[in-house]
């Protein structure tokens, strides 16, 4: 409870601070504070300053918690930082640690994995994150946590634009717009259960066990009720420019990178009146806030300064240039949260951004899947997919040949879905996106995708963490690219030694957004009418609920290095007659595209019908309701051929489009492609799959079912 | 100095500990001994057990320290492990701590690299490596610390062939041969000055910092020499099968894959007798050691007990599914030192064995150019190479447009050369190198290159560390690749925006091992006689001493995909009369071989000579201390030209092989190209950078260079 006279109280806490300090400096021992000094050895290893001793400053410069720690005697003489440390922290054991963090937008999503990456990486307790996100950041984040399933580590998320209204009315200069004053109303919006938490920015990273940071609550006095570290820079000394007009603070002010907060104590306090009274009377004066929730903390501290703990300046290394944080840092042996907080492009030449820098990217490309470990010492139950999941494999046989294949298809892979800005493309009726998947090595086609296919996208890349961030500034790079905001990309992590080819396209097909989809490949270039031609025919023919049918687009291919793509049917024709062109796979395998008929095609003026025939996989426009790919086919081989046969099966008519073509172009193999290839079991469990997929057709279709089987049976020319 | 009357000794030595032991209980407080425990609280992170205390076991099994910590009323009755925490051990600020490891052959080599990056990773203190080494290990060890340029530590080698005669006499069964029974003569072999020592093995994983391991010396009583982990397998109990004898151990016996020596006393106590004694002795009745070094190093402890200090479990979790080592890592939350010595293939289903695998993949796979920080609080002198280094990035203008070139010009990339095992190739006379750089989007092409060249290659790979990973495992999983011996991988790692062609090459070519080398590029495929035409084209000519020449193989493409490869030159030129083969790049950049005369070439039967024009860059064969090329040429653009600018500058003839042909496959654009060429500063960059050269050129060669100058000002078509 604070007290209501506010110097009384002061002195109060002052006095009550003295005495502790007395009392710790005398009696303390290691019940408070261990001394990391033994005869004349200056450091062991995890030591760190007691928060509640004055930072000697050379310059006697006075420090924002000095109204706190008023007393200077607590500096006894010549005593520096290293005399005093807190105890190792007597955490209950397994305890849970709640974290609270507000993100927003696609950016933003894919910082705060990697900040979580880094907290995962060191901690030993149970986590449970409460996210405040907008609808971007929820689809995105949701969709991660549910398929990282790592253990003991729960996720909450509450709905950013139901608490904008609690804080529209303030005017913020900061780029974060409404999203950087929500940290205001956490101890409204967290379960009222929740008695503390940790509040984290999205850009900082985590050198250090964050139980060690829980572990600080307990030096909070009654009255405390944040826990802050003192800001870096000189923002709020007010002294930037000629009218330069900060919000008040205690001296340096506080940074809000890393807060503890005693929601429980918050909310007895009043606190939701506190800040709005506080936010209201300062902009009476200053026109806005200009660094966002930071401004109004601050300029609440300023009125009630007995709220805060300060925290050490290691729990929230701010970058920049200042002496302070420098001063912090080389102090200290162990940096233990870096915030990265500067605008500054990092060159070879300051060694400290060097060490930041090599931190940060640690986590950037750390491998999240191995962070799905279980924490030693504290059991946990799984979560109900991750159980099924595990139950699924253990009941797989290991001396199984085809072992590989049958746990690929159960690998639930760490999806991140709209890895980059993306633009949810207006409600057309007629839209189609394109659908494919792809890895690192056919970065090279998206480019010609984009200026081929102006409509929108929705591609799979199966990559490493370390792979994702080159796409990123693969695609940062690349003009045509960054222009294009309807072309969605999400990223499948990697994981197990198979090609989970069709388990990508699903991910693609489920995030299209438009009601139909064109399933196509990543080497395929569409012609460049295609989009426009497609929406026209899904209108004539009435695609969708008055009409089942897959609308077949015509695939080619070219042999040849240099290429002129042809603009019309008429050159496809040419190209074809003069040997440039051919139709897919003519060579090696026609019975992939023969079923097209490209003899009718040719003279065809209007849509056709086509019969389904055995190891036909034509590229086909669907509404987007359309049958999933089977994902028991990993690897190469029958990927496609197994949905046309379920496109089929469920009556789906196939309608070739007159006009329409695709061409793929020539390339070298994948690595994995070639990894498949040679795998001596690939055969045989590439049959050992089609027929289970053919008995669960049975199950399903029953005596329609027996035409694939028959087909299946048929002897033919090995791929 | 150990006692030379050992049961009085021994007596004195049990005594002497169990008056310690009285008074840390006590009297310890906080002296020695840390109390984990607080009203009911169990953990604190950081805690662990009390070397001293013996492990209860609830069988009462005898342990294998029960000789030095005889007094059972030390554990005091209910007192379970978590009672007793050392203290923070207090090690001197900076305190150099001293590492030793064996270290033989190319496999072991990348172990060591894993081992040592964990090491780096969490360390704060300066360190000093002692490598025992064979030649491979200390040609690929001594290039990659060289290139690494770790701030705070130091490599020292030491010759295992010098030290080979010391152990030769023992009989060794494990597959470690003679380095399996080094670590005995490290107390002689590490210099005199030298009191301590961590000794690990190379399949040893660090999960912690090593100075909390240093620390555990001052543990050791005035008789303990040697500390160790007991061994976690009931191998020493000797009951494994029916005749099976193990060598003499005490209880379980210790094991020496984490070992701390105090080598001062050893020598002083006169180790060298000592152990070769007790081995003799051994010998008499066992035919050989089994485990190596670690039954020599139990047969002298189960005779001097007094010498071990046992080290907790945590410091050397060895993986095995026994019951000993779960419960070592069941119990502690705090896992130091993972021990990978067990040959089981890891699946799925066992979670603590994912644990471990997630931590040995982390460091597998982590950027090793990450763990170049400095130490804070503990600055070094960088070494002479990175001082320079660094002077010399100081000096360039970060505004400088072409920033990215010369920055990437002076990055010092980390080397491991010979990758995989590899067999120098018996020195023959006129043998060649076939010299190629690439990176992970041409692996396609090595085994078709392995087809066509059955000679050596010197190969360099610009890689990350996890994509060294995937190339190991390609290459183990390629039938073709596996089989040659005669091919040197050399691992570059990846650092920086702009691919460092010409570095690569230079690594590749300093690697090449025969007196002959043959400068191609990874998407050339050579005709299939090539290696031999060359062999006897080199004799002939006199290439070398009597005969300064470049032997050019004329170059061709092919734009077909599907190509089948000429066997003789009448078949090239037939497919060059029927189109299906150019010249190379016969439409875009035709002068980059026009040089070569293919008009004379068809008709040609002996060599003939050609002279040099702008542009021209063939693949040439050359002695092997041609010179190198030029590194300020990064990403792609007249890195070949330069090259032979400087053959011709030099006075090399340029020769034309009348049989000879090598032939480039068509290939997508890498992504690495892809990025060059969309850099917007990239044309005029190369401009400056060409201009610098021919500057250069002018220093060296005066006049002569006259004509390069001539030749870079007249005006073409661009590439």
């Known amino acids: 409870m604070l007290p209501r006279g506010r110097p009384r109280a002061l002195g109060a806490a002052a006095l009550l601070l003295l005495l502790l300090l007395i009392g710790f400096f005398l009696f303390g021992g290691d019940v408070e504070c261990e001394r990391g000094e033994r005869g004349g050895e200056r450091r062991g290893p ?27 005697s607590a500096d006894r003489g010549g005593r520096n930082r290293s005399d005093c440390v807190p105890p190792r922290p007597p955490l209950p054991k397994c305890e849970l640690l709640h974290v609270a963090i507000v993100c927003a937008g696609h950016n933003s999503s894919r910082d705060l994995v990697t900040l979580v990456k880094s907290v995962l990486f060191y901690r030993k307790n149970p986590l449970h994150f409460h996210l405040v996100t907008d609808a971007m ?75 060690e940071l829980w572990a600080l609550f307990a030096h909070f006095s009654d009255e405390q009720v944040i826990g802050l570290v003192e800001n870096q820079s000189d923002w709020y000394l007010g002294n930037l420019w000629r009218n330069h007009r900060p919000w008040p603070a205690l001296g340096r002010g506080f940074n809000t990178g890393v807060i503890l907060l005693r929601l429980d104590r918050l909310r ?66 162990d940096l233990k949260v870096i915030h990265w907080n500067s605008p500054k492009k990092l060159r070879v030449k300051n060694k400290h951004v060097e060490y930041f820098r090599n931190l940060y990217l640690t986590f950037l490309e750390y491998d999240g899947n191995l962070l799905r470990r279980e924490l030693f010492g504290c059991p ?57 998947q792809l890895s690192m090595d056919r970065l090279q086609m998206l480019e010609a995708l984009c200026r081929h296919w102006p409509g929108p996208m929705s591609l799979a890349l199966y990559l490493t963490d370390a792979e994702a961030q080159q796409f990123l500034r693969f695609v940062e790079a690349s003009a045509v690219l960054s222009a294009r905001q309807n072309v969605a990309y999400h990223v499948v992590y990697r994981e197990g030694p198979l090609y989970p080819v069709n388990q990508l396209r699903n991910v693609a097909l489920a995030q299209a957004l438009t009601p139909y989809v064109f399933l196509s490949d990543i080497d395929f270039l569409p012609a460049y009418s295609l ?128 006009e329409a073509f695709t061409i793929h172009l020539p390339h070298g193999p994948s690595l994995d492609i070639s990894r498949f290839r040679s795998s001596p079991t690939y055969r045989d469990c590439l049959q050992a799959v089609k027929d289970e997929f053919h008995q669960d057709l049975s199950r399903r279709y029953g005596a329609a079912a027996l035409k694939y089987l028959t087909a299946l049976r048929q002897p033919r020319s090995p791929a």
């Open 137 to 211: 950041a929820r689809n995105i984040l949701e969709m991660l946590f549910h398929t990282w399933m790592v253990p003991a580590v729960r996720v909450s998320f509450y709905d950013a634009e139901e608490l904008k209204p609690q804080v529209s009315w303030i005017p913020n200069k900061h780029y974060s717009g409404l999203y950087g004053l929500m940290k205001l109303v956490l101890p409204a919006a967290l379960p009222p259960e929740l008695a503390r938490v940790i509040v984290l920015d999205t850009d900082v990273t985590f050198a250090s066990d964050i139980a």
């Open 46 to 72: 995890g030591s760190f300053p007691c928060p509640l001793t004055p930072r000697v400053s050379a310059d006697g410069r006075p420090r924002g918690a000095a109204a706190v720690d008023g007393d200077p």
């Open 380 to 436: 946990s139950p799984p979560a109900a997919e991750a159980e099924q999941v595990q139950r699924a494999l253990a009941q797989l046989d290991e001396e199984d040949a085809c072992f590989e294949f049958r746990q690929q298809r159960l690998t639930v892979h760490r999806v991140h879905v709209t890895f980059l800005p993306h633009e949810p493309p207006p409600p057309r009726p007629h839209d189609v996106t394109l659908v494919a």
């Open 531 to 658: 989009y426009d031609d497609l929406r026209a025919s899904i209108e004539q023919l009435k695609l969708g609920s008055e009409r089942r049918a897959a609308l077949v687009v015509p695939a080619f291919e070219t042999l040849h290095y240099r290429f002129s793509f042809p603009s019309s049917k008429a050159e496809v024709l040419a190209l074809l007659d003069s040997g440039l062109l051919y139709t897919f796979r003519y060579h090696e395998w026609p019975q992939g595209h023969a079923p097209t008929d490209y003899a009718r095609w040719r003279e065809a003026q209007t849509p056709y019908r086509v019969q389904w025939a055995a190891d036909y996989e034509p590229y086909v426009v669907v509404p987007r309701d359309c049958p999933r790919y089977d994902p028991r086919f990993v690897g190469f081989g029958w990927n496609k051929v197994a949905h046309i046969v379920e496109l089929d099966a469920q009556e789906y008519e196939l309608l070739v489009l007159p």
């Open 268 to 333: 007895q306090a009043g606190w939701g009146q506190m800040w709005k009274l506080t936010a209201t009377r300062e902009l009476l004066t200053l026109p806005a806030t200009s660094l966002a929730d930071q401004d109004i903390f601050n300029a609440v501290i300023k009125e009630h300064p007995g709220l805060v703990q300060p925290l050490p300046c290691v729990w929230n290394v701010q970058l920049s240039d200042h002496t302070l944080a420098e001063r912090c840092y080389s102090e200290a042996s």
